[in-house]
């Protein structure tokens, strides 16, 4: 992949600026979007829709990001399969088949955002395998963003920047004590792709959200040993209840408007005439209520452990040169750790005091999208929904791209929507009160962050 | 504003149905967008197939006619409605290879809009769009008392051949076409009744109004009346029937559409 200057030229980025000895190319009014996954792609479409130029940037070769398996920083692993179901995964104005199951997988997802791409003719917008090292702000509100193909970089200047990089592909891993010296196979939840991994060994995963249950149930079929490490006891909640697939039940309580506490003791009364009391299978009882933390969607883990395949067990204490002791001072001795614990959302290219960036790398944004200090900055999709990723991210890219839109047309207007932007206290987009504040800022509940999107929308639409 | 809290579509998606979906390619593929004609109230896919489809592939257009669930060779669900007929609009226009043109006739008219709402299309064709109301079913009724007043009670709406083609078609063409007619849902025939607010079209698509002055079913003021709204004016065909598709000069509104779709303007 090479960006040749006629290739750029066709872009129409004719005048250059220098900026000391570096040539800027101006872009004029487009709008640069970083990343073409699930949410860049959204992002790219909904700004087009308003009448932008768009460039978007990819550093792979393929569209689709994290559901893409061919990519290198893909989190996918075999089993990788839809926790929301349909209606709550799809883009709103582009629905998933009929025919395909309540709960696609990772390959189904991939190739529904293959289509989206080719469906709406994004491709030709999007620069593959260009990373995005710099984002400046330069005068008049545009921005400087330089790319890198190789080792050639170049600099455009854009009307605006929506980052859409991603928040699943930069690794946590956890500080045990005696980590470093262990020496047994330490691997995080990244590097797992396929259950023949975990075939003839006796594995520890660590970690109890989505993917860590995920490489639990897995390990219960193929490994021969299992043991699972969660740090306290969760709400299990299956994929199917009274019926139906469980989000959509929990919709029509929502839109029949039962108050959460209603609702929470529904459900808990549900699992518990269902499932039973989790401690009777050695897991620890939830210490919060269901509803409270972003859902652990697996119907599979509790019949497992109800098989033996899975084991629970504690928080993990330390690592000796051989073997894990646990919290309740068992000693055990897997070949493998699997470290299910997350990512964290990681902005390398951008200085933190532009974006609010604070000490424990948290952006300060209005809406989880708009950066505070910059009109014409965004960031699309570092949410974690209780739903869907991608019908949020559709409308917060509408949101934008409305914002943008109304910038130029009605400044009146756009000046007292941005003073209400600058001037909204940080909020907390959920229902219940939330475990764990700090951790999880990026939590939202899908309806009342759907419902503040929805008002910022109702604010740039006008009485018209 | 636009609707994003959406619970009757995450909480109660419309059951699926398998859909006949009939296909015209053009010989080479000339990067037009594909035209997806939705037939209305008792039309198949068929009613396209016999004249537009070809033609329009014919022209470098790929196109496709569908038929609603219960018509022509789809299948059928329990419990349609006006919104089950949206739902099978916009599963086959986002099944498309790319951005499609919603074209839909009659009573379609005002499912298409609805689909329009949800689906962002490259462009929006109501051709003689049914946009229902008391009135206007009163006055249909009025130039056809039997083949009107049954659907009041739940029974089949049975427009007569004068509504549906100009004298020029031949009797036994007409008389096939009306014994091919089918029936839509009786809730959704209801619906129709109560005449659904028309909703803001999702991505801004260009929109087009095509009828004829002498429709016994949509007469010209209605015509005016959805053009407005959609801020422009019908495209008239004097001398034709309702069924444009069907009717002797089908050609004529059918090249108008195409002729319009190939306007730089138009996206």
Known sequence: ?464 | VTTIIRFAEWADPVPPVRREVLTATPDLDEKKPPVLFVPGFGHGAWAFAEHWLEHTAERGFPAYAMSLRGHGNSGDAPGTTLRSYVHDVVQVAAGLPRQAVLVGHGASGLVVAGALARYPARAGVLLAPVLGGFRMAATVALGNPGGMVPALFGGRLRPGRSQLFSRELPATAAREYAGRLGRAAARAQWQLLAAPALEKPVGDPQMLVVGSPDDKIVPGPVLDRAARWYGGAPLLFPGMGHDLMLDARWAEPLNAILDWLEKPSTP
């Open chain 1, 1 to 464: 992949v090479d960006n040749d200057a006629a290739g750029w030229e066709t872009t129409g980025a004719t005048a250059t600026i220098w900026r000391g000895d570096q040539p800027v190319y101006d872009r004029g009014a487009a709008i640069c979007v970083v990343g073409a996954g699930a949410s860049g792609m959204t992002a790219v479409k909904n700004l087009r829709e308003q009448g932008f130029a768009v460039d978007c940037y990819e550093r792979e070769t393929g569209v689709a990001g994290a559901w893409n398996w061919r990519h290198d920083r893909s989190p996918v692993y075999a089993t990788t399969h839809l926790i929301s179901s349909k209606p709550f995964t799809q883009f709103p104005d582009f629905p998933m088949p009929d025919d395909w199951p309540d709960y696609p997988d990772h390959a189904r997802v991939c190739a529904y955002l293959e289509r989206y791409a080719d469906h709406f003719g994004l491709r030709e917008h999007i620069w593959f395998g260009t990373e995005v090292v710099r984002v400046e702000p330069v005068e008049d509100g545009h921005w400087d963003v330089t790319t890198k193909v190789g080792w050639r970089e170049r600099t455009s200047r854009y009307a605006a920047v929506v980052l859409a990089n991603g928040h699943n592909w930069a690794p946590k891993m956890p500080g045990f004590d005696g980590l470093a010296d262990y020496r047994g196979k330490v691997i995080h939840a990244s590097a797992y792709k396929d259950p023949a991994q975990l075939r003839g060994r006796k594995v520890l995963v660590v970690g109890a959200g989505n993917t860590g249950c995920d490489i639990a149930v897995d390990a219960a079929q193929h490994a021969n040993r299992c043991w699972h490490s969660s740090r306290r006891g969760y709400w299990y909640t299956p994929k199917y209840a009274f019926g139906r697939p469980a989000d959509q039940v929990n919709d029509r309580l929502l839109a029949w408007r039962l108050p959460i506490w209603l609702r929470q003791w529904l459900f808990q009364r549900e699992l518990r005439r269902t499932v039973g009391d989790l401690t009777r299978f050695g897991l620890p009882a939830p210490d919060h209520k269901i509803l409270e933390t972003h859902p652990i969607v697996n119907s599979q883990l509790v019949y497992y452990v109800g098989h033996g395949g899975i084991q629970p067990v504690p928080d993990v204490e330390r690592f000796d040169r051989s073997s894990v002791v646990l919290g309740d001072g068992e000693v055990i001795e897997p070949d493998l750790v699997v470290m299910a614990t997350g990512y964290l959302p990681r902005f390398e290219f951008i200085a933190p005091e532009v974006l609010g960036i604070d000490p424990d790398g948290r952006p300060h944004l209005h809406l989880h999208a708009f950066a505070r200090r910059h009109p014409t900055l965004f960031v699309a999709g570092l949410v974690q929904p209780d739903a869907g990723i991608f019908s949020i991210v559709h409308w917060q890219t509408v949101v934008i791209a409305k914002w943008l839109r109304l910038r130029e047309t009605d400044p009146g207007r756009a000046r007292t929507f941005w003073s209400g932007v600058a001037a909204a206290a940080e909020e907390r987009y959920s229902q219940a009160k939330v475990k764990d504040s700090t951790r999880h800022w990026f939590e939202v509940g899908h309806l009342v962050y759907l419902r503040a999107l929805q008002k910022a929308l109702g604010e740039l639409e006008g009485a018209k």
